[in-house]
């Protein structure tokens, strides 16, 4: 979907599925690559997103935000206030359509710069 769509890929994720893999094992990698990536953005799938936002999220400098279905604002929201630079997929709540349009819809939003949205990344980032 991504490459349809003109975006640069790097998939960092396992070949094929093999539940005694643990999860972290590829998105703490991936969660890096953004970090240290000026621009970067990752996007991760997992049955429910939570463990992989929460692993993703422990790395400084990565906003990891979950979306397992609901309202598109959630996604908008992400981006606009919290300037998040990981997406994390629910795969198991929403169809692949659904995945594809929060995709797109999260890569088209853009983050609002307020002031009071960039003191709060701040203090997210290192600490109040």
Not at 6 to 32: F, K, Q, S, W
Request: proline share 4%.
């Amino acid at each position: 979907h991504l490459h349809s769509r003109g975006h640069e890929v790097e998939d960092m994720g396992p070949t094929r599925l093999n539940p005694a893999e643990d999860y972290p094992d590829y998105i703490c990698p991936c969660a890096h690559k953004v970090a240290d990536t000026e621009g970067s953005m990752g996007i991760v799938v997992g049955m429910s997103g939570q463990g992989e936002a929460m692993a993703a999220n422990r790395v400084r400098g990565v906003r990891a935000a979950v979306y397992y279905g609901g309202p598109a604002d959630i996604i908008k929201l992400s981006r606009q206030h919290n300037d998040a630079n990981m997406l994390s997929i629910g795969a198991r709540f929403v169809t692949a359509e659904e995945a594809a349009q929060a995709v797109d819809m999260w890569l088209a939003t853009h983050f609002e710069h307020d002031e009071r949205h960039q003191r709060r990344i701040l203090k997210m980032d290192y600490g109040s």
